[in-house]
């Protein structure tokens, strides 16, 4: 659990929208390099709403009582879960009560198989409330009167034999098959008569009531149930060796000399040193000597149009602006350009006035 084992993990892969919970090896520094196709076994929880169904209800106080139309009921206080799990869809039959109190035991699962989980909480739901979480007011949440909510899920769990290939740390192809009745019950069975993981399951539900939403917090639950579960069963497997894999190796395909890089990159700086010192002595040029502005305007198409048209171009004896260059803008007469024909039959620009 929580993959804290040196030998097994357990991750989570989304297949056609549904998010499996999948035994792995565990990744350490031999297998980053590692491509392989390999068979294993994953879980698929779904859980819905059942509160309203199972008649939730404030009792007291301090709590909550319900009582389902197939076998499960009780009392639900300010903290904690409750479980049932059962031989088939109908939910019939009921022996998950540690203490006898339902009927049972029961002698087998399906696959898939379905258990129900009734909770309570509060410190999740409040701090819920600080991001606007819908949970509080959704119906299927039932509040008690010392502040913590109650809710029921009814869920089935559905047991895989997966085929998948990991190329570079990724997955890349899954192929999943329903598993048979016996590796269903090995896992449902370890988390029903071991209860190991029932803490983590609860500390789960906790986590999952500070969703924003009611759909989101059965998501979460639902992860968590398939992971846990099949991680407590996982003890029970034989690694088998994968049926194919191969291993990445990096080489150095190249090698520069340090010596040639290091004059490369200092004769780029000295290229880059060596442009910045002729821009700021262009710059200085331009702005600190008289003429050059007034140069660069006129080898612009408007100064060289100015020369070849005004009349006396030198009315201005430095200019700032191309308008500067024409007699107009200082409200004197200008010429007017025209077109003449000339003695051999073309035409030529002249100017008047």
Not at 70 to 94: K, Q, R, V
Not at 142 to 171: K, M, P
Not at 190 to 196: C, D, L
Request: glycine letters at 8%.
């Amino acid at each position: 659990m929580a993959n804290m084992s040196l030998r097994d993990a357990v991750h989570t892969y989304t297949s056609n929208g549904d998010e499996h919970a999948y035994l792995t090896p565990f990744l350490g520094e031999d297998l980053q390099s590692l491509d392989y196709r390999a068979k294993t076994f994953s879980v698929f929880t779904q859980c819905r709403a059942a509160s309203q169904e199972c008649r939730l209800e404030k009792m007291a106080a301090c709590c909550n009582q319900f009582k389902c139309p197939y076998a499960f009921e009780g009392i639900l206080g300010d903290e904690g879960f409750d479980m049932a799990y059962y031989t088939d869809s109908s939910a019939e039959n009921n022996s998950s009560d540690p203490d006898g109190f339902r009927e049972g035991p029961i002698y087998g699962v399906d696959n898939p198989y379905y258990f129900s989980i009734a909770a309570s909480n509060m410190g999740g739901f409040r701090g819920s409330d600080a991001h606007k979480s819908s949970l509080p007011d959704n119906p299927e949440v039932v509040g008690q009167g010392h502040g913590a909510l109650s809710f029921i899920l009814f869920c089935n769990t559905t047991v895989f034999d997966i085929e998948y290939t990991v190329l570079n740390g990724t997955i890349r192809r899954w192929k999943s098959t329903e598993s048979n009745a016996s590796v269903a019950n090995i896992i449902q069975s370890m988390e029903q008569y071991t209860q190991y993981a029932r803490s983590q399951l609860g500390h789960a539900i906790l986590m999952a009531s500070y969703s924003v939403d009611f759909e989101t917090m059965a998501q979460r639950i639902s992860t968590a149930y398939s992971s846990l579960a099949l991680a407590i069963a996982s003890s029970t497997f034989v690694r088998e060796p994968a049926l194919s894999a191969q291993r990445r190796e990096s080489r150095i395909i190249t090698v520069v000399e340090v010596a040639p890089l290091t004059a490369l990159v200092l004769s780029n700086l000295m290229l880059a040193i060596f442009g910045l010192v002729l821009a700021i002595l262009a710059m200085d040029a331009t702005m600190g000597q008289d003429g050059v502005a007034d140069g660069q305007k006129r080898l612009t198409i408007a100064g060289m149009v100015a020369d070849r048209f005004e009349a006396n171009p030198d009315h201005v004896p430095s200019v700032d602006k191309a308008e500067d260059f024409f007699r107009e803008t200082f409200g004197l007469a200008t010429s007017k350009v025209q077109l003449e024909r000339t003695s051999a039959g073309g035409v030529v620009y002249t100017s008047s006035g």
